[in-house]
């Protein structure tokens, strides 16, 4: 799978923003996917993952409550809702692919195909 992300920008803390990640190359809707983030000097770490058909989803403590991972397998989208964002949310984003058969994982090593990144920047 090709992924490429973008949605990213500047915001206000308090603000919202919305990723996308396109997906191209593979059936989408038979992967996992997931959402990780890396902010400058600390490693790359879990956001939110999805299931195949969307029906199962899966959130870090950090962001459990303000964003909303979904996907579109009719477009071959993922998406990202945030919402009340912090400048600890900071950070460039990532979407993954996870092509084993199996549970969502928060473990980055448990991903195959990653894009490209997106910046997400949270301003005080």
């Known amino acids: 799978v090709q992924l490429q992300a973008s949605g990213g920008g500047l915001v206000q803390t308090g603000g919202s923003l919305r990723l996308s990640c396109a997906a191209s190359?593979?059936?989408?809707?038979?992967?996992?996917m997931g959402w990780f983030r890396q902010a400058p000097g600390k490693e790359r770490e879990f956001v939110a993952g999805?299931?195949?058909?969307?029906?199962?989803?899966y959130y870090a403590d950090s962001v459990k409550g303000r964003f909303t991972i979904s996907r579109d397998n009719a477009k071959n989208t993922l998406y990202l809702q945030m919402s009340s964002l912090n400048p600890e949310d900071t950070a460039v984003y990532y979407c993954?692919?996870?092509?084993?058969?199996?549970?969502?994982?928060?473990?980055?090593?448990?991903?195959?195909?990653w894009g490209q990144g997106t910046q997400v920047t949270v301003s005080s």
């Open positions: 993954a692919t996870r092509l084993a058969y199996g549970s969502i994982s928060r473990h980055v090593s448990s991903y195959d195909e």
């Open positions: 190359g593979r059936t989408f809707s038979s992967y996992i």
């Open positions: 999805i299931s195949g058909s969307g029906s199962t989803t």
